[in-house]
């Protein structure tokens, strides 16, 4: 399920990725690291690679993050992984799982046999069958009552494209880069609007007529099904 949700609109997932990574290269200025600053990097780079991924430690294609660009593009998917990619894989679940025959948490048996009473009853029965299979009425209620929390946006969410303190600084390049960041969010959101109104992508349009929400980059609090926070918060 969590891959159909987001290949549902990989398009605009691909422009947000590329959105952020193409203002970063183009705003950030030539600079040449400090030694203070490159030991700081590299740092926080064996802490990723050796305590985040320490299954993955010693692979060669690890970044070596020696260059501007390495960095660049290395925080372009720490961004997207924590933010668009998170916002797709999560705000849908309630509106799908909320209804748990959608996708049944457990499965408490096997799938019967022929000539066996189980198979009789399947045959018989199939909703009875089917939901003797399926979670317990308790653990239904607990597990769709957690999917609609982890579902809900807080009403004090920060999304991407803003802050909550206008003080994080007072450098302008970034400032700009950030101002024009939001732009681009903006007129992704519009795009994602007329893809939905389009009539040839009949996964929005068709006979369940269900609009693709869930990269709008921006929400109101609660269950909305859109939206996309500057991080995982949980």
């Not at 422009?15 to 203002?23: A, C, D, F, V, Y």
């Not at 030694?35 to 990723?48: D, G, I, M, N």
């Not at 961004?79 to 457990?106: C, D, E, K, M």
């Not at 096997?110 to 308790?138: D, H």
């Amino acid at each position: 399920m969590t891959t159909l949700m987001l290949l549902m609109d990989l398009r605009s997932g691909q422009l947000l990725r590329h959105g952020w990574k193409t203002i970063a290269h183009s705003t950030t200025r030539p600079m040449r690291w400090s030694r203070s600053a490159h030991s700081e990097l590299q740092s926080w780079w064996k802490e990723l690679r050796e305590e985040g991924h320490g299954d993955k430690k010693d692979e060669p294609w690890w970044p070596k993050m020696h260059t501007m660009k390495e960095l660049i593009d290395t925080c372009t998917i720490i961004i997207w992984v924590a933010s668009a990619l998170h916002a797709a894989v999560n705000f849908g679940q309630y509106p799908y799982a909320g209804f748990l025959p959608n996708r049944p948490t457990i499965s408490g048996r096997f799938m019967p046999e022929e000539g066996t009473p189980e198979y009789e009853e399947l045959k018989s029965n199939p909703e009875k069958a089917f939901l003797k299979t399926i979670t317990a009425q308790l653990q239904t209620l607990l597990g769709i009552s957690l999917i609609e929390i982890l579902s809900r946006h807080s009403f004090d969410e920060v999304y991407l494209g803003q802050r909550d303190t206008p003080e994080w600084t007072q450098d302008a390049t970034p400032l700009k880069a950030f101002e024009k960041f939001g732009t681009k969010l903006a007129d992704i959101e519009e795009n994602i609007i007329k893809r939905n109104e389009d009539e040839r992508f009949k996964n929005r349009v068709g006979p369940v007529n269900m609009p693709y929400t869930l990269l709008y980059p921006t929400s109101e609090g609660g269950l909305t099904g859109k939206g996309i926070p500057n991080s995982v918060s949980i």
